[in-house]
């Protein structure tokens, strides 16, 4: 076992540091925050959440665990901590998960390996079968983000972060120096959209429900939602005209299918579309990240400010369950980024963004916020935690 005082060490868009304490902390946070909404009329009993260590697919397992009772499979794609080296946040994250959930009598599974592969498939519908309640699952949630997926044909796919008309050229904030300066990015070839819509398009959630259908896993009534995002025009060429877009369009006509394979379950599928916030996979993306800082400026003004856990607690609580209906828009998608898209947000922000320098970027943006955010992924800057004290960095995950 190995002690470590732990502190952030910060490259570029990526924190190569995580702390322990500082994961689980927030993990209990969002607990708490769960524990003081109403409980979950009609909720999940049994759910699986692929890609459930970070962001939305995180406060998805937490808001079904501890807002329903839930007992939750977790699949993700972690490193444990070795020696004087920590793991990811994502593992820490889990560790905290299980602990929370063995304190509150909750039943608790994970698998850390790749999710896209055959092998995890079969082994999530052991534990299913085997562990969870009913041997059945009534709510499947499907958050992967990855930047490569090996495919069933044995061929590794890579993602890329392009624009698919021309060039691209916008205004973007450079986190690691604090600097507003411009970038260039060149347009993705045929072969970069399509590798693109095999790692991040709808493909691999559908043959997961299909193999959850084959195996009889699926409780009636059963539920399953991806994420998504869509954002506002300032993003679409990197975002939603690019090779992310295209793929989360994949997505959506995966959505389609599943819906009418869930129908013979009497159950549902369905994309929600999801609020910007401060992720590891967002922070990569050029222009979001000023984006965000003026919009988290925006809506603290405005009250209307939602982290991962809020927006899931929301579409949980409203929508899905307490005997709501989902609100869908034209394409048939659910909106809960609904309040970032509401037209007096956004003509905020249209309003500040050609002023936004280095020199202004306080001014209009809410830049402490994101960072703090960003650390905070990480599991530093966490209220509550002696960040001088050395912690365990060797953490088992144990079911419970």
């Not at 972690?78 to 063995?102: C, I």
């Not at 025009?233 to 989360?248: E, F, H, L, S």
């Not at 050609?354 to 960072?371: M, R, S």
């Amino acid at each position: 076992m190995s002690q470590q005082v732990v502190k952030p060490r910060v490259r570029g868009f990526i924190c190569i540091t995580s702390h322990p304490e500082g994961c689980a902390a927030q993990v209990r946070e969002q607990a708490a925050y769960v524990k003081s909404r109403p409980r979950l009329e009609g909720g999940p009993k049994s759910v699986l959440v692929i890609g459930a260590s970070t962001g939305y697919g995180l406060a998805s397992r937490i808001a079904a665990a501890f807002g329903s009772g839930a007992a939750t499979l977790g699949i993700f794609f972690e490193r444990p901590g070795e020696g004087d080296k920590p793991g990811s946040p994502g593992w820490y994250n889990s560790v905290g998960f299980h602990r929370a959930a063995k304190q509150h009598n909750l039943k608790a599974f994970s698998l850390n390996g790749d999710a896209f592969s055959a092998e995890m498939k079969q082994q999530a519908i052991d534990i299913i079968k085997n562990k969870m309640p009913g041997g059945k699952v009534d709510l499947v949630v499907y958050s992967l983000a990855s930047p490569r997926r090996t495919a069933r044909d044995g061929v590794t796919y890579k993602s890329v972060l392009k624009p698919t008309g021309a060039p691209f050229h916008a205004k973007n904030l450079d986190t690691d120096r604090k600097v507003v300066n411009d970038v260039t990015l060149e347009t993705a070839t045929a072969e970069d959209i399509a590798n693109t819509v095999k790692v991040m398009g709808g493909e691999d959630w559908e043959w997961w429900m299909n193999d959850l259908d084959q195996a009889k896993v699926l409780a009636p009534g059963c539920q399953t939602v991806a994420y998504s995002y869509i954002g506002p025009q300032v993003t679409w060429p990197i975002y939603k005209d690019g090779t992310i877009g295209k793929a989360k369009e994949d997505l959506e006509r995966a959505g389609s299918r599943i819906d009418a394979l869930m129908k013979l379950h009497r159950g549902r599928a369905f994309v929600s579309v999801n609020k910007a916030v401060v992720t590891q996979a967002s922070s990569a993306i050029p222009v979001v990240p000023l984006y965000v800082s003026l919009l988290f400026k925006v809506m603290k003004a405005k009250g209307t400010h939602e982290g991962c856990i809020e927006q899931i607690q929301r579409l949980f609580e409203k929508q899905m369950y307490n005997g709501n209906a989902l609100d869908f828009d034209e394409q048939g998608r659910v909106r809960i980024d609904d309040w970032e898209m509401a037209p007096d947000v956004q003509e905020a922000i249209f309003k500040v963004w050609p002023l936004v320098t280095t020199e202004t970027l306080d001014q209009y943006g809410d830049f402490a916020g994101y960072q703090s955010d960003f650390l905070k992924n990480f599991g530093f800057g966490v209220a509550g935690v002696d960040y001088e004290v050395p912690t365990e960095l060797e953490l088992p995950i144990e079911d419970v």
